[in-house]
C-alpha cells in the first residue's frame, strides 16, 4: 500500500482565534466608523449624564463631576453587528455600577433605555448592564475618546454586539419593562450577543 505523506492532504487551515464569536473577522488595527447620525459637536462644558426613571435619586453627572467619580477600565473586546471584530482594546471611564449605585434602582426596574445627545435610542436588560458588564467610556487605548467614535463619551457594553454601546451617550432611565430603541425598531435583535449570533429579530 502506498504510504500518504503530509503534502498530499493539503494545508491544514489556520486556526481561528477563540476570541471571534462566529461570524466575525478581526479588523486588526482599523476601527470602522459607522453611525446612523451625524456626528455632533459637543463640547465637554455641555455634556452631561442622567439616570433616571425607576430609581430613589434621579442623578445627572457634569463632565467634570463623573471623571471625578472612581475610575475604571474594560481591556478586551468589541464586535460589531455588521461583522467585524476589534480584539484587545482597552477603554477607561466609570462604571455603570457606580452611578446607579447613586441613583438607587427600584426593585421593580428590570430594564434600561439608553439615549444620546443626538437622540439615539437603544434598550437592553438591567442585568446586562451592571455587575462590572458596562461602563461609560471617555478613553480609548490610553487616550481620549475620538470622537467619531462616540467622544467625548460612549456607554460601552462589550459583551453585546456594538449598536448596544451608543455613541455620545446621555443617560440611562430604568424600565419595568422592555422598550425598543432606534435599531431594535427597525429589525435589530433585542438583545445582541455575538457568541448566539442574535444580529436581527428571530435570531
Avoid at 71 to 99: M, R
Avoid at 180 to 194: I, K, L, S
Wanted: net charge negative; with cysteine; charged share 20%.
Amino acid at each position: 500500500m502506498a504510504k500518504a505523506t503530509r503534502g498530499f492532504f493539503g494545508r491544514r487551515p489556520a486556526a481561528r482565534d477563540g476570541r471571534l464569536p462566529p461570524g466575525q473577522y478581526d479588523v486588526g488595527d482599523d476601527w470602522p466608523v459607522l453611525t446612523a447620525e451625524v456626528t455632533p459637536k459637543l463640547a465637554t462644558a455641555e455634556w452631561s449624564f442622567a439616570v433616571e426613571g425607576l430609581v430613589e435619586h434621579p442623578s445627572t453627572w457634569t463632565w467634570d463631576e463623573i471623571r471625578a467619580l472612581a475610575p475604571s477600565t474594560y481591556a478586551g473586546d468589541i464586535h460589531c453587528v455588521t461583522t467585524w471584530s476589534k480584539l484587545g482594546v482597552t477603554f477607561g471611564g466609570v462604571s455603570v455600577d457606580t452611578l446607579l449605585e447613586a441613583a438607587g434602582p427600584l426593585p421593580a426596574a428590570t430594564h434600561v433605555l439608553a439615549s444620546s445627545h443626538t437622540g439615539y435610542t437603544t434598550n437592553l436588560p438591567l442585568a446586562d448592564v451592571t455587575g462590572g458588564r458596562a461602563w461609560v467610556a471617555w478613553e480609548f487605548d490610553g487616550g481620549p475618546l475620538p470622537v467619531e467614535h462616540g467622544g467625548p463619551a460612549r456607554l460601552l457594553v462589550p459583551h453585546l454586539y456594538f449598536w448596544k454601546s451608543a455613541k455620545w451617550v446621555a443617560g440611562l432611565r430604568l424600565l419595568d419593562h422592555d422598550e425598543a430603541g432606534f435599531w431594535e425598531r427597525n429589525g435589530y435583535h433585542d438583545r445582541g450577543d455575538p457568541w448566539l449570533e442574535q444580529r436581527y429579530q428571530g435570531d
